[in-house]
């Protein structure tokens, strides 16, 4: 047999319907809904985290991570000194602080 007539038996490659960027545009939307739905919130969160812990003061009411009720006696670099009980102070990693109490007016 001669290369024509292989050539005339193999079948020709026909490009696939719908192929390129089609493919590909569920798993963009996807990413593009996790991004919405789980990545931009825990950012947005974790933002607020910070500057919470940016604007910490002495005096400030805090709860732990770990449940512990404190109030800050000294903000270093890195943590904080907390006072948990009368003649006890702890210090904290800063990235162990939960949340700042607010104080209650009482009426």
């Given at each position: 047999?001669?290369?024509?007539?292989?050539?005339?038996?193999?079948?020709?490659?026909?490009?696939?319907?719908?192929?390129?960027?089609?493919?590909?545009?569920?798993?963009?939307?996807?990413?593009?809904g996790?991004?919405?739905?789980?990545?931009?919130?825990?950012?947005?969160?974790?933002?607020?985290?910070?500057?919470?812990?940016?604007?910490?003061?002495?005096?400030?009411?805090?709860?732990?991570?770990?449940?512990?009720?404190?109030?800050?006696?000294?903000?270093?670099?890195?943590?904080?000194?907390?006072?948990?009980?009368?003649?006890t102070?702890?210090?904290?990693?800063?990235?162990?602080?939960?949340?700042?109490?607010?104080?209650?007016?009482?009426?």
């Amino acid at each position: 047999m001669s290369i024509p007539e292989i050539s005339t038996l193999l079948p020709i490659a026909q490009a696939a319907p719908g192929g390129g960027l089609g493919q590909f545009l569920p798993i963009i939307l996807l990413f593009v809904g996790m991004w919405f739905l789980i990545i931009a919130p825990q950012r947005k969160r974790q933002k607020a985290h910070d500057k919470m812990l940016s604007e910490l003061k002495t005096g400030d009411e805090i709860i732990t991570t770990g449940g512990i009720y404190g109030t800050i006696t000294n903000v270093k670099d890195d943590r904080f000194v907390i006072r948990i009980a009368d003649s006890t102070k702890v210090e904290l990693g800063k990235g162990f602080v939960a949340n700042k109490l607010e104080a209650t007016v009482a009426k």
